[in-house]
C-alpha cells in the first residue's frame, strides 16, 4: 500500500487535534464557571441579607439614673443616635474626605478603591488593605467581624449593595455615624463627642470633627486621651483632605491646624455606677427587640446613694483591708418595693467588672438564721418561748457557738440577738429543715438549698442581692419583693413592661413585728451593736467559717442595705465578722444617706454636700450631718474601727494622690472636684 504524501499526514492529524484541544477549553471554561457559581451560590446561601430595620432602627438603650442623669456601661457608650442632616457639615465633611470621598457617587462598592486595593494587597502578599466604602464600613461594623479575608471581602460587597438597593445614601451615612466606634468606649460620634469634648454633636468645631474622624482608622492609636499628639497629626491629614475633596478653603484648614482640637475629660458617669448599669442592661436586653431603635430606660439608681456606698467601702477597704486581710466588700441598698437605690460590686469597678453584690454565691453564716426563726414563728413559737442553747450532735455533726460558750435555756429573742449556732441547729430540728427550706421560700430566697442539718448555719451559699431582698420583705410585710433596678422603659411604639414575672405577693401578717423585733435585738444588744444608729436600725450579723464572708444585712425607717465582706479566692480574712467591717460599712452608709433622706422629704433642710459623701462624721456639726457614731455598747474588738476625722477644708491642703483617685474631676489647684450630680465645685477633704 502506498503511503499518503507526508505533507497530507501532517495536515490530517492537526486537523483531527484541534477538536479535541477546542473541547478541553471549552470543558475547562465550564468547569471554572460551575465552581465559580457554585462558591457563589454557598456564599449567597450563607449570608444574612439584613432588613432595612437592622441597619437603621438597631436597638440603642439610653439608661439614665433616677433623676435622669446618664448612665454608661464600661466600654460601651452610645447616646441616642442624631440624623447625618442634624450633624454639622464640617463632620460630615470631614468623614467622607477621609473615608469614602466617592460615597453619593457610588452604589456600596467602589470598584476604583477596589482595584487600588487589590494592588497593594498583592504586593504585600497579603490583605493589607480594604478599599471599603462607608457601606461596606457599616456592614462589617454590623454584620461581619474584622477579619481580613477574600471570603468575608465578597460577603461584604454583597451585602453593601444589597443595602445601598434599599436604603437611601442619607440612611447608611446616619446608621454609620451613629455606630462607628470612636475608642474610650466610644460608639458613634454623638458619644464621642460628649465624652472627648462634652459637647452635644451639633457643638463641634471643625477642629474636633476632624480628629474624631481621623480616630476612625484607628481609634486605639489615634485616641487623644492616649496620645494627643497621634490625634492631632492624624486630623492635619483629614483637614489636608478636606481641602483635596473642595470642602475646606485654604485659610479656614490653616486656621484649624492652628488652633487644634483638645479634649477634655468629662465623666458621663461615675465608674462606679458600671456594676448597676451592667446589671440592669443585662435585665432589659432580652425583653427588648433587637430593632427597637432609641430605648430610653430609666433606672432606680439615686447617684448620691451611689457615690456614699462608693466611697464608704473603698475607704473602709483602704483603712482595713490589709490589716484584716479583706480585699473585696459589696454593698446593696434597695427600698421596701425592691427598687435598688445603690449598688457596689466590688472595691474598684475598672479594676473588675465581676459584679460580687448580684453574681458571687457565698456562705450567708448566721444571716440565714433569719428564716431558722421565721420559720419557728410560722409553727407557732413566739420570741419569748426558750430553747436550749447547749452542745448537739447530729450523726456526728457537732456545731459549736462562737466562742464555745453555751447559755442553757434562752428565749428565741436572746439566742438570735447572740447568734447561738446550737440553740439555732436544735430549733430547725424541732421545725424541721424542710420548713425552714419553706420559710426561705417564703421570704422570697431562690438560691438553691440543700435539706441538711448544716442549712440552719447558713452553709448554703447565696448572693448578697438575694439574701437583701428576702430581709426587704420583712421591713415591707409583703412577700416576695423583687429586687429590681428598671423604673421605667420606653421604645419608640410605647412602653415596655418592666415586671414580666408578674409575681403575687403575700402578706407576713402578725409576724412581720415579731420579726422585726428579733431583727432590732441583734443591734441593740446582740452582736450587731456596731451598726447602731441614734434612730431606729434592725439586721442580722453573718459569720462563715474560717472568716471567709462576712455579712451585715439589715435596715432602717427609709433603706434595706446589705453588705459582704471577703476575697475573691475564698480566703480567710482576720477575725473579721459580720459585727466587724460589714455593720461598719452598713452603720456609715446608712448614718449619712439618713441626712440625703431628710433633705429629699424636706427640701429646706440643710442637704448633705459632696465633700461629706462617704467620709467621716466625727468632728462635724449638726447641720453638716449626723453627729458622731454612738456605739452603745460595742465590743472593745469594734472600737478599733471608729473612723478618722476627715480633713476639713480649713484644715490644710488636701490629700492630692488620694483625692485624684477617688475624683476624675480633681482639680489639684484648689483641691476641688465636681458632683456628679452638677452644681459648685466641691473641696476634697479626704
Given at each position: 500500500m502506498?503511503?499518503?504524501?507526508?505533507?497530507?499526514?501532517?495536515?490530517?492529524?492537526?486537523?483531527?487535534?484541534?477538536?479535541?484541544?477546542?473541547?478541553?477549553?471549552?470543558?475547562?471554561?465550564?468547569?471554572?464557571?460551575?465552581?465559580?457559581?457554585?462558591?457563589?451560590?454557598?456564599f449567597?446561601a450563607?449570608?444574612?441579607?439584613?432588613?432595612?430595620?437592622?441597619?437603621?432602627?438597631r436597638?440603642?438603650?439610653?439608661?439614665?439614673?433616677?433623676?435622669?442623669?446618664?448612665?454608661?456601661?464600661?466600654?460601651?457608650?452610645?447616646?441616642?443616635?442624631?440624623?447625618?442632616?442634624?450633624?454639622?457639615?464640617?463632620?460630615?465633611?470631614?468623614?467622607?474626605?477621609?473615608?469614602?470621598?466617592?460615597?453619593?457617587?457610588?452604589?456600596?462598592?467602589?470598584?476604583?478603591?477596589?482595584?487600588?486595593a487589590?494592588?497593594?494587597?498583592?504586593?504585600?502578599g497579603?490583605?493589607?488593605?480594604?478599599?471599603?466604602?462607608?457601606?461596606q464600613?457599616?456592614?462589617?461594623?454590623?454584620f461581619?467581624?474584622?477579619?481580613?479575608?477574600?471570603?468575608?471581602?465578597?460577603?461584604?460587597?454583597?451585602?453593601?449593595?444589597?443595602?445601598?438597593?434599599?436604603?437611601?445614601?442619607?440612611?447608611?451615612l446616619?446608621?454609620?455615624?451613629?455606630?462607628?466606634?470612636?475608642?474610650?468606649?466610644?460608639?458613634?460620634?454623638?458619644?464621642?463627642?460628649?465624652?472627648?469634648?462634652?459637647?452635644?454633636?451639633?457643638?463641634?468645631?471643625?477642629?474636633?470633627?476632624?480628629?474624631?474622624?481621623?480616630?476612625?482608622?484607628?481609634?486605639?492609636?489615634?485616641?487623644?486621651?492616649?496620645?494627643?499628639?497621634?490625634?492631632?497629626?492624624?486630623?492635619?491629614?483629614?483637614?489636608?483632605?478636606?481641602?483635596?475633596?473642595?470642602?475646606?478653603?485654604?485659610?479656614?484648614?490653616?486656621?484649624?491646624?492652628?488652633?487644634?482640637?483638645?479634649?477634655?475629660?468629662?465623666?458621663?458617669?461615675?465608674?462606679?455606677?458600671?456594676?448597676?448599669?451592667?446589671?440592669?442592661?443585662?435585665?432589659a436586653?432580652?425583653?427588648?427587640?433587637?430593632?427597637?431603635?432609641?430605648?430610653?430606660?430609666?433606672?432606680?439608681?439615686?447617684?448620691?446613694?451611689?457615690?456614699?456606698?462608693?466611697?464608704?467601702?473603698?475607704?473602709?477597704?483602704?483603712?482595713?483591708?490589709?490589716?484584716k486581710?479583706?480585699?473585696?466588700?459589696a454593698?446593696?441598698?434597695m427600698?421596701?418595693?425592691?427598687?435598688?437605690?445603690?449598688?457596689?460590686?466590688?472595691?474598684?469597678?475598672?479594676?473588675?467588672?465581676?459584679?460580687?453584690?448580684?453574681?458571687?454565691?457565698?456562705?450567708?453564716?448566721?444571716?440565714?438564721k433569719?428564716?431558722?426563726?421565721?420559720?419557728?414563728?410560722?409553727?407557732?413559737?413566739?420570741?419569748?418561748?426558750?430553747?436550749?442553747?447547749?452542745?448537739?450532735?447530729?450523726?456526728?455533726?457537732?456545731?459549736?457557738?462562737?466562742?464555745?460558750?453555751?447559755?442553757?435555756?434562752?428565749?428565741?429573742?436572746?439566742?438570735?440577738?447572740?447568734s447561738?449556732?446550737?440553740?439555732?441547729?436544735?430549733?430547725?430540728?424541732?421545725?424541721?429543715?424542710?420548713?425552714?427550706?419553706?420559710?426561705?421560700?417564703?421570704?422570697?430566697?431562690?438560691?438553691?438549698?440543700?435539706?441538711?442539718?448544716?442549712?440552719?448555719?447558713?452553709?448554703?451559699?447565696?448572693t448578697?442581692?438575694?439574701?437583701?431582698?428576702?430581709?426587704?420583705?420583712?421591713?415591707?410585710?409583703?412577700?416576695?419583693?423583687?429586687?429590681?433596678?428598671?423604673?421605667?422603659?420606653?421604645?419608640?411604639?410605647?412602653?415596655?413592661?418592666?415586671?414580666?414575672?408578674?409575681?403575687?405577693?403575700?402578706?407576713?401578717?402578725?409576724?412581720?413585728?415579731?420579726?422585726i423585733?428579733?431583727?432590732?435585738?441583734?443591734?441593740?444588744?446582740?452582736?450587731?451593736?456596731?451598726?447602731?444608729?441614734?434612730?431606729?436600725?434592725?439586721?442580722k450579723?453573718?459569720?462563715?467559717?474560717?472568716?471567709r464572708?462576712?455579712?451585715?444585712?439589715?435596715?432602717?425607717?427609709?433603706?434595706?442595705?446589705?453588705?459582704?465582706?471577703?476575697?475573691?479566692?475564698?480566703?480567710?480574712m482576720?477575725?473579721?465578722?459580720?459585727?466587724?467591717?460589714?455593720?461598719?460599712?452598713?452603720?456609715?452608709?446608712?448614718?449619712?444617706?439618713?441626712?440625703?433622706?431628710?433633705?429629699?422629704?424636706?427640701?429646706?433642710?440643710?442637704?448633705?454636700?459632696?465633700?461629706?459623701?462617704?467620709?467621716?462624721?466625727?468632728g462635724?456639726?449638726?447641720?453638716?450631718?449626723?453627729?458622731s457614731?454612738?456605739?452603745?455598747?460595742?465590743?472593745a474588738?469594734?472600737?478599733?474601727?471608729?473612723?478618722?476625722?476627715?480633713?476639713?477644708?480649713?484644715?490644710?491642703?488636701?490629700n492630692?494622690?488620694?483625692?485624684?483617685?477617688?475624683?476624675?474631676?480633681?482639680?489639684?489647684?484648689?483641691?476641688?472636684?465636681?458632683?456628679?450630680?452638677?452644681?459648685?465645685?466641691?473641696?476634697c477633704?479626704?
Amino acid at each position: 500500500m502506498n503511503a499518503p504524501p507526508a505533507g497530507e499526514s501532517d495536515n490530517g492529524q492537526q486537523a483531527s487535534r484541534r477538536p479535541r484541544w477546542g473541547y478541553a477549553v471549552a470543558a475547562l471554561l465550564c468547569v471554572v464557571v460551575v465552581a465559580s457559581a457554585s462558591i457563589a451560590a454557598g456564599f449567597v446561601a450563607v449570608f444574612h441579607w439584613p432588613s432595612a430595620a437592622e441597619v437603621t432602627s438597631r436597638r440603642v438603650i439610653v439608661m439614665t439614673s433616677a433623676d435622669g442623669r446618664a448612665l454608661s456601661r464600661k466600654g460601651s457608650l452610645q447616646l441616642a443616635p442624631v440624623a447625618a442632616k442634624d450633624m454639622p457639615p464640617d463632620v460630615l465633611d470631614a468623614v467622607l474626605s477621609i473615608e469614602d470621598r466617592r460615597f453619593y457617587r457610588h452604589h456600596g462598592v467602589d470598584p476604583l478603591s477596589m482595584l487600588r486595593a487589590f494592588r497593594e494587597n498583592t504586593a504585600a502578599g497579603k490583605v493589607v488593605a480594604g478599599g471599603s466604602t462607608i457601606t461596606q464600613q457599616l456592614v462589617k461594623i454590623l454584620f461581619l467581624g474584622p477579619q481580613r479575608t477574600y471570603k468575608r471581602k465578597i460577603q461584604e460587597a454583597a451585602m453593601s449593595l444589597w443595602i445601598e438597593h434599599g436604603l437611601t445614601k442619607d440612611e447608611i451615612l446616619t446608621s454609620y455615624l451613629n455606630n462607628v466606634y470612636l475608642g474610650a468606649g466610644t460608639v458613634g460620634v454623638p458619644a464621642a463627642a460628649k465624652v472627648y469634648f462634652g459637647k452635644d454633636v451639633g457643638d463641634l468645631s471643625l477642629a474636633e470633627a476632624a480628629m474624631l474622624a481621623g480616630m476612625i482608622n484607628a481609634p486605639s492609636h489615634d485616641d487623644p486621651f492616649h496620645d494627643l499628639g497621634a490625634a492631632r497629626k492624624r486630623a492635619v491629614s483629614v483637614i489636608d483632605a478636606m481641602v483635596a475633596n473642595g470642602k475646606l478653603t485654604d485659610k479656614d484648614a490653616l486656621v484649624a491646624k492652628l488652633h487644634p482640637a483638645t479634649p477634655v475629660s468629662v465623666e458621663i458617669a461615675p465608674a462606679s455606677t458600671g456594676w448597676f448599669a451592667d446589671w440592669v442592661y443585662n435585665k432589659a436586653a432580652p425583653i427588648i427587640p433587637a430593632t427597637s431603635g432609641t430605648v430610653r430606660l430609666r433606672t432606680t439608681l439615686d447617684l448620691r446613694l451611689q457615690e456614699l456606698a462608693t466611697n464608704i467601702v473603698q475607704s473602709t477597704l483602704a483603712k482595713y483591708g490589709s490589716e484584716k486581710n479583706a480585699g473585696q466588700a459589696a454593698l446593696v441598698a434597695m427600698r421596701t418595693d425592691g427598687a435598688v437605690v445603690a449598688m457596689v460590686g466590688g472595691r474598684n469597678y475598672d479594676s473588675s467588672q465581676y459584679n460580687r453584690a448580684v453574681d458571687a454565691e457565698r456562705q450567708p453564716g448566721s444571716a440565714f438564721k433569719l428564716f431558722d426563726y421565721y420559720a419557728a414563728l410560722r409553727q407557732g413559737y413566739t420570741p419569748s418561748d426558750t430553747v436550749l442553747d447547749a452542745p448537739i450532735d447530729i450523726r456526728g455533726w457537732h456545731p459549736e457557738n462562737y466562742g464555745h460558750r453555751h447559755r442553757g435555756e434562752v428565749t428565741l429573742s436572746e439566742a438570735f440577738a447572740n447568734s447561738l449556732n446550737d440553740a439555732a441547729v436544735r430549733l430547725s430540728q424541732q421545725v424541721g429543715i424542710g420548713e425552714v427550706i419553706a420559710a426561705a421560700r417564703d421570704l422570697g430566697l431562690r438560691a438553691p438549698l440543700k435539706n441538711n442539718p448544716s442549712l440552719a448555719l447558713g452553709t448554703a451559699e447565696v448572693t448578697l442581692l438575694d439574701l437583701t431582698s428576702a430581709y426587704a420583705a420583712v421591713r415591707a410585710g409583703q412577700a416576695p419583693v423583687n429586687p429590681h433596678g428598671i423604673a421605667a422603659i420606653k421604645t419608640e411604639s410605647g412602653e415596655v413592661s418592666t415586671d414580666p414575672s408578674n409575681a403575687v405577693q403575700h402578706s407576713l401578717g402578725q409576724l412581720q413585728p415579731e420579726l422585726i423585733d428579733l431583727l432590732r435585738g441583734v443591734v441593740e444588744h446582740g452582736t450587731g451593736r456596731a451598726a447602731a444608729l441614734q434612730g431606729f436600725a434592725a439586721g442580722k450579723t453573718g459569720t462563715a467559717q474560717d472568716y471567709r464572708d462576712a455579712w451585715f444585712v439589715g435596715f432602717d425607717d427609709h433603706l434595706v442595705v446589705g453588705v459582704w465582706v471577703g476575697n475573691d479566692d475564698h480566703s480567710p480574712m482576720k477575725n473579721v465578722t459580720g459585727g466587724s467591717l460589714p455593720a461598719r460599712i452598713w452603720k456609715d452608709f446608712l448614718q449619712q444617706a439618713e441626712v440625703i433622706a431628710t433633705a429629699d422629704s424636706n427640701p429646706s433642710a440643710p442637704r448633705a454636700t459632696p465633700s461629706t459623701v462617704g467620709q467621716s462624721t466625727v468632728g462635724q456639726s449638726r447641720d453638716r450631718t449626723i453627729a458622731s457614731d454612738q456605739e452603745r455598747g460595742a465590743s472593745a474588738s469594734d472600737a478599733s474601727l471608729a473612723p478618722a476625722p476627715a480633713e476639713t477644708q480649713s484644715g490644710g491642703q488636701c490629700n492630692v494622690a488620694v483625692c485624684e483617685q477617688f475624683y476624675h474631676s480633681f482639680r489639684s489647684s484648689d483641691c476641688s472636684y465636681q458632683p456628679y450630680w452638677g452644681g459648685p465645685r466641691q473641696y476634697c477633704a479626704r
